[in-house]
């Protein structure tokens, strides 16, 4: 339909009593989709009466009521439509592939699950796909009760174990591999992910790190997620293995493959190490200003002059603000001074 000078708008509009709604979910490709929002439907009305349809083009832009009943036709924009008109309550989604402007679209489209009425909660096999080697007659680390919480068939809210230290030394920083096998299609694939947990953050912080690290013959629940795949797309299982322990002694177990472990931890550490030169610059610039670092250190985002090129870097600045701010708040500026004067 047109509306002024504009042209292609979709509506769901054909019916006075008709409440179903349309919203421009953005432009995206179908592999982006991975949850589905909940789009209300018009309050009901007496039979037979609805609210008019304003339409406002002037002063070059186009304002609709009531709102959510027309949007915009773009290529490449995925639209959400929720239908309900007394007999018919249903989702879907539909995406603009191609658009010849006042003439004609093609769409691909999909029926999808109401989000207002989500399929009851499942949980996904989990194992331990492959424990430590044993030296004897005890595994020196080993996981427990794995488990995992599906919100919908797609949606992966959490998984998790218990990490168990059965050595004499204590544990500084470990790695688990989640193996996810997902379904599309009759067709399943896996993707593996590296939970990397480190202690040993920084040697400003030495010894906060051992309330962090896991103690001889102590126990620690590692959590992961949420995960979100594809709207076609059903979790089928999980696994999970030790990759890699670093123990306070320098020494380490695990495959470690490829060293991808050993390699994030690394960088983890060296994140906190540039937030913390880009710190000392601050101080040393600001005439040694304890009040400026805290304003930084206060900020809720790490700045983007700072060079950290990896997750795991922006991690590890994310790790040193917050033990920085734990220090302020229970000794207070002095030993913000201390730590950047080190």
């Not at 102590?218 to 594809?230: H, I, M, R």
């Not at 670092?293 to 991690?315: A, G």
Request: proline share 6%.
């Amino acid at each position: 339909m047109e509306l002024g000078e504009n042209k292609d708008w979709f509506s769901v509009r054909w019916r006075t009593e008709h409440r179903s709604q349309i919203k421009d979910l953005g432009k995206l490709e179908w592999s982006e989709v991975s949850r589905v929002p909940v789009l209300p439907a018009l309050p009901s009305t007496d039979e037979g009466k609805s609210e008019p349809v304003t339409i406002d083009t002037s002063a070059g832009k186009t304002n609709l009521s009531p709102v959510g009943q027309m949007v915009k036709a773009l290529e490449g924009h995925i639209y959400l439509v929720h239908t309900n008109n007394g007999k018919i309550d249903s989702y879907a989604i539909f995406r603009v592939e191609a658009l010849v402007r006042g003439d004609n679209c093609r769409l691909t489209w999909k029926v999808v699950p109401s989000p207002e009425h989500p399929l009851p909660i499942r949980k996904p096999p989990v194992a331990v796909i492959r424990q430590l080697e044993s030296n004897g007659l005890v595994t020196p680390v080993e996981l427990l009760r794995p488990a995992a919480r599906l919100s919908a068939e797609n949606q992966l809210e959490e998984y998790s174990c218990i990490l168990k230290n059965n050595t004499g030394k204590a544990i500084v920083a470990f790695s688990l591999a989640w193996t996810i096998v997902t379904e599309v299609a009759g067709k399943e694939s896996s993707v593996r992910e590296l939970q990397v947990n480190e202690s040993l953050i920084h040697p400003d912080f030495q010894e906060d790190h051992k309330l962090g690290a896991i103690a001889p013959g102590a126990e620690d629940f590692v959590e992961a997620g949420p995960t979100y795949f594809g709207v076609n797309s059903s979790v089928k299982r999980l696994g999970v293995s030790i990759d890699h322990v670093e123990f306070e002694d320098g020494t380490s177990l695990g495959p470690n493959l490829d060293a991808a472990s050993s390699q994030q931890i690394a960088m983890v550490r060296e994140g906190a190490s540039k937030y913390k030169e880009w710190l000392v610059q601050i101080y040393a610039k600001t005439g040694r200003s304890p009040q400026v670092v805290l304003h930084q250190l206060q900020s809720e985002s790490i700045p983007d002059d700072i060079d950290l090129s990896s997750p795991e870097m922006r991690q590890g600045a994310h790790a040193y603000r917050t033990r920085m701010l734990k220090r302020y708040n229970t000794e207070g500026s002095v030993a913000i001074q201390k730590i950047l004067q080190q």
